[in-house]
């Protein structure tokens, strides 16, 4: 009885020293890990429409993430509108037969209407309040003084330029890069292989320089916006992307086409391991900025949908630029 006590106690200890180096809670970021990768190849093999529709309903999640991540510095975007030109993007852009020119419009007319709705600053409801308060419950104290949450008027000491800044650029990030996700499931006959290039490539990388990071990391990469990023799991991001990589070309295409393009999953392990990485430190930047620990709080053991979904969305514009020019 003794020993077996002891016995948990080392396997407690060994667990607490495994999330410290990693800096999440394991357990749950792998059952977290797992349902994700169910649902996301449940849509693949069921139909690439419904894997499209899957990526609307993430990129809904992610604006709603951060359109609270922004109110705790009072800070407003028209997540409504952001809602539907995103949707509307998303959808417009993989049945439209003119995938970038109908992307390209979105874009355009998502910009105009979202900096409208940005300067009028409607709101409703108090859901809002409430995930705000839930957010600041567990955010330093200067981001609580700086929340429009804890001020009467609060968003009035931004300018209104401010709103609709941030709002465009909510736009750049979300829907623009996610048309990136959905333009290559129409060229080349691929689409499976294109969206898990799109989606499991960079989560990979993650894992890679997660991983890597944790027990040989030893040179950090940006100590001042991550701490936990070093060079050798910038390394192992590269190498887990690339034989991710390797092993989607294997399942997908023939020998000539490996005779004559065998170095580009070289190429794409490269870039989505660098890319991945610098979208990493721009999340890790925003959080810093605004004083919060993770994006939100849906996902168990990764932060939120926002912390997720950002080295894949930084990677999208890459990898669908190779695969377009690469003819694959």
């Known amino acids: 009885m003794e020993r077996n006590e002891q016995l948990h106690a080392e396997a ?31 849509a693949l093999l069921f139909s690439i429409d419904l894997f499209v529709l899957l990526v609307v309903v993430f990129m809904i999640l992610a604006l709603w993430e951060l359109r609270v991540d922004f109110a705790t510095v009072g800070l407003h975007i028209p997540v409504l509108m952001l809602w539907v030109c995103s949707a509307f993007t998303l959808i417009a852009t993989y049945y439209s037969p003119y995938h970038l020119i109908t992307m390209s419009l979105s874009i355009i007319v ?33 981001a609580r003084l700086e929340s429009s949450f804890n001020h009467e008027g609060g968003e009035l000491h931004h300018s209104r330029l401010s709103h609709v800044a941030v709002s465009v650029l909510t736009v750049l990030y979300i829907p623009l890069l996610a048309s990136c996700i959905i333009i290559p499931l129409t060229f080349n006959g691929h689409p499976v292989a294109h969206a898990i290039m799109l989606v499991f490539l960079p989560a990979l990388s993650d894992t ?3 991983f890597a990071g944790a027990w040989l990391g030893k040179h950090k990469l940006s100590p001042r916006i991550s701490p936990k990023k070093s060079v050798e799991g910038l390394i192992g991001s590269m190498l887990f992307a690339m034989a991710g990589a390797f092993a989607v070309f294997a399942c997908t295409y023939d020998g000539a086409t490996w005779a004559s393009r065998w170095w580009v999953p070289i190429v794409a392990g490269i870039l989505i391991g660098a890319v991945g990485t610098f979208g990493d430190l721009c999340a890790s930047m925003l959080k810093r900025d605004i004083g919060i620990k993770d994006m939100g709080h849906l996902l168990k053991g990764h932060g939120g949908v926002m912390d997720r979904v950002d080295s894949i969305l930084m990677s999208a514009p890459f990898t669908c630029a190779l695969l377009w020019v690469t003819g694959l």
Do not use: H
């Open 12 to 42: 407690e200890e060994t667990l607490d020293q495994i999330n410290k180096r990693t800096g999440r809670n394991m357990p749950q970021a792998i059952g977290t890990a797992v349902v994700l990768i169910a649902i996301i190849v449940g």
């Open 110 to 142: 998502s910009i105009i209407l979202v900096a409208i709705s940005a300067s009028a600053k409607l709101s409703f409801g108090n859901r809002l309040s409430l995930a705000v308060a839930g957010k600041l419950s567990s955010t330093d104290a200067s």
């Open 208 to 210: 890679g320089g997660l």
